[in-house]
Structure formats: structure tokens, C-alpha cells
């Protein structure tokens, strides 16, 4: 995690100065905190997919395997880009990863044997305090039932016409927090966007 003065500089410009101090003071405890509090408490508009939300009964696939199921899933895309009163020339999509349970997945790596049961438990901590720049873990909370995490490079994408306008309210699983957000595109941006891959791209000699 950056500093706090630099968290300062980055908080959303729209927050209300009660809300700013409040997602300031959840930032300072990190990652002391990641518990419910990543979830809203109060309800958004019931009809809106957000950024962040937890979405049941998605189209996932894991490829190259060809099987096509529905699953519950984490929406990556921008809120106002998948808003569907934002017109456009073509129609928008939407990405997201599907959501795993924590505990099947240790109980899997148990059983693969793979690493000694230390070695298990320390990675299931460090998904849990938000270490590994590639999984975001999901605490349990809201209509989401048992912990839980992404793999943020197990990408799908489904049109957005998918999902019924009046289905959303009872296919949401949950909506993040102010809190809960800034982590979620804090970590996107370091799986995506990572500027130091130490790697020197410079262009073509244009010498004939």
C-alpha cells in the first residue's frame, strides 16, 4: 500500500467530507478491517449494476474446457459504461470473474497435496489480507454467504442485455462500500496496469 499522505491525494473527488473521513480512517487500519465493511449498507438504485458488485447467475467459462455454466460472478467493467441510459453506437458488455468459495479452495489444495498444510495456510491468509495482486478476497457479508474471492485473470464478458432490468435487485449478492471499491480498483490497477515490469521497450533504430 502506498502512504497515507499519497492516499490523501488519490480519495474520489465526490465523496462528501463525511464520507472522505470515513473511507480515509477504513484506509488507515487496512488490512486490519476487511470484513463487512467492504459491503454498502444502505441500498443503491435497485435497477443499476455497479462496479464491484457481486451478480448471481452469470455465464462463466473456463477455457479451453468448453463448458458454458451460470455462477455467481464479480463485475470488473465501469459503472457508467454498462449503465444502459448511457446511449452509445454499439452495445456494452459486461466483464467480470467468477466468485469462488475460500474454503473449497483451501479444502482443494489440501487434497492436492501440493504444499504442507503451513504452506496452505499462509497463502489463505495472505488472499484474505488482500496480498496476492492477481485474487481479491471477498469477505462473507450481505446476501454472500460464505468467504469468497475472484481470480482477477479468470475473465468473462457476456452482453449486457443478458440480465433483466427487473431480475438485478435479486440476482445482487452485494454492492462494495466506498472502502471496499478504492481496494478493488487499487488492486486492478496493479494486475493491470503495473508500470516497473522491468522490461526496456525502446522503439526500432530508424538508422537506414
Known amino acids: 500500500m502506498p502512504s497515507l499522505e499519497d492516499l490523501q491525494v488519490y480519495l474520489p473527488k465526490y465523496l462528501s467530507p463525511e464520507s472522505e473521513k470515513y473511507l480515509f480512517e477504513e484506509l488507515k487500519h487496512f488490512p486490519k478491517n476487511i470484513d463487512d465493511r467492504l459491503y454498502a449498507s444502505y441500498p443503491l438504485e435497485p435497477d443499476i449494476i455497479y462496479q464491484g458488485d457481486g451478480i448471481d ?87 454472500l454467504q460464505n468467504e469468497s474471492f475472484v481470480f482477477l485473470d479468470k475473465i468473462n464478458s457476456c452482453d449486457n442485455t443478458f440480465l433483466e432490468k427487473q431480475e438485478i435487485k435479486n440476482l445482487r449478492l452485494f454492492t462494495l462500500s466506498n472502502y471496499g471499491l478504492y481496494l478493488f480498483i487499487f488492486k486492478l490497477s496493479i494486475h493491470f496496469t503495473r508500470i516497473t515490469e522491468n522490461i526496456d521497450r525502446s522503439p526500432r533504430s530508424t538508422d537506414s
Do not use: W
Request: glycine share 4%.
Open 57 to 143: 447467475g452469470l455465464l462463466v467459462v473456463n477455457l479451453p474446457d468448453p463448458l458454458i455454466a451460470k455462477a455467481p460472478v464479480m463485475i470488473f467493467s465501469n459503472t457508467c459504461d454498462i449503465d444502459p441510459r448511457n446511449k452509445r453506437l454499439f452495445p456494452s458488455t459486461l466483464v467480470y470473474s467468477p466468485v469462488f468459495n475460500l474454503q473449497k479452495y483451501r479444502d482443494g489444495l489440501i487434497a492436492s497435496k501440493m504444499k504442507d498444510a503451513a504452506a496452505i495456510e499462509s497463502h489463505i491468509e495472505s488472499i484474505k489480507k488482500q496480498r496476492i495482486t492477481q485474487m481479491f478476497y471477498l469477505p462473507k457479508g450481505e446476501s
